[in-house]
C-alpha cells in the first residue's frame, strides 16, 4: 500500500490513464513534433505495458512489490524496444507517397515532350519506377538553341517546381 492505496489499484488506474493518452498520441500523435530527450510515444507505452505486467503480477503472483516492478519494467522495457525497432522508426522512415521528391529529382535525366524555347518554358517528363512525372522546365544556363522533343536534358535544379536543365548528349561512347 502506497498511502492507503492498494498497489493494484494505482497500476490499474495508471494502466487507464496511459491507454487513453496513447489512444490521443495515436490520433494526434503526427500534429506534434516531439524533439526532446523522452519521447511520449515511447514513454507512455512503457507506463502502459509496466502498469499492465505490474498489476497481473500482483494479482497472479503474490511477489514482493519491489520484485514485481523490477520484472514487469524490464518486460516492458524489451516490449517498447520491439515497438520502438520494428513499428515506430520504420513508420517514420517510409514515404507518405509511392512518387519521387522534388530533391531526388535533380541530377536525373528526363525526356523532353514539349521543346524548350530559347528564354521559355517546355515540358520534360521523368520516369522512374513508380511512374512518370511531367514538369514544366526552362534552361538553366542561357542557350543558343532550342532543345527538340525528344531530346534528352539533365535536371540541375528545381525551384517554385520549375525544372532548371541543360542538355544531356548520353553517355561517353568508347
Given at each position: 500500500?502506497?498511502?492507503?492505496?492498494?498497489?493494484?489499484?494505482?497500476?490499474?488506474?495508471?494502466?487507464?490513464?496511459?491507454?487513453?493518452?496513447?489512444?490521443?498520441?495515436?490520433?494526434?500523435?503526427?500534429?506534434?513534433?516531439?524533439?526532446?530527450?523522452?519521447?511520449?510515444?515511447?514513454?507512455?507505452?512503457?507506463?502502459?505495458?509496466?502498469?499492465?505486467?505490474?498489476?497481473?503480477?500482483?494479482?497472479?503472483?503474490?511477489?514482493?512489490?519491489?520484485?514485481?516492478?523490477?520484472?514487469?519494467?524490464?518486460?516492458?522495457?524489451?516490449?517498447?524496444?520491439?515497438?520502438?525497432?520494428?513499428?515506430?522508426?520504420?513508420?517514420?522512415?517510409?514515404?507518405?507517397?509511392?512518387?519521387?521528391?522534388?530533391?531526388?529529382?535533380?541530377?536525373?535525366?528526363?525526356?523532353?515532350?514539349?521543346?524548350?524555347?530559347?528564354?521559355?518554358?517546355?515540358?520534360?517528363?521523368?520516369?522512374?519506377?513508380?511512374?512518370?512525372?511531367?514538369r514544366p522546365a526552362a534552361f538553366y544556363a542561357p542557350q543558343d538553341q532550342l532543345i527538340e522533343r525528344g531530346?534528352?536534358?539533365?535536371?540541375?535544379?528545381?525551384?517554385?517546381?520549375?525544372?532548371?536543365?541543360?542538355?544531356?548528349?548520353?553517355?561517353?561512347?568508347?
Amino acid at each position: 500500500m502506497i498511502r492507503g492505496v492498494p498497489i493494484e489499484t494505482i497500476y490499474l488506474y495508471t494502466l487507464i490513464v496511459c491507454a487513453g493518452i496513447a489512444v490521443l498520441l495515436v490520433i494526434f500523435g503526427d500534429i506534434f513534433d516531439f524533439d526532446g530527450p523522452i519521447d511520449p510515444m515511447l514513454a507512455i507505452p512503457w507506463l502502459a505495458f509496466t502498469s499492465l505486467f505490474g498489476y497481473l503480477g500482483e494479482r497472479l503472483l503474490g511477489w514482493d512489490h519491489l520484485m514485481v516492478f523490477l520484472v514487469s519494467g524490464a518486460v516492458a522495457s524489451i516490449l517498447v524496444f520491439f515497438l520502438n525497432f520494428y513499428v515506430l522508426v520504420p513508420m517514420k522512415n517510409a514515404e507518405s507517397t509511392l512518387s519521387i521528391s522534388e530533391k531526388d529529382m535533380e541530377g536525373n535525366i528526363a525526356t523532353v515532350i514539349t521543346p524548350i524555347p530559347v528564354g521559355g518554358m517546355g515540358e520534360i517528363q521523368l520516369k522512374s519506377v513508380t511512374g512518370s512525372i511531367s514538369r514544366p522546365a526552362a534552361f538553366y544556363a542561357p542557350q543558343d538553341q532550342l532543345i527538340e522533343r525528344g531530346a534528352q536534358v539533365l535536371i540541375i535544379e528545381i525551384r517554385e517546381r520549375v525544372c532548371y536543365v541543360v542538355s544531356y548528349e548520353g553517355s561517353l561512347q568508347l
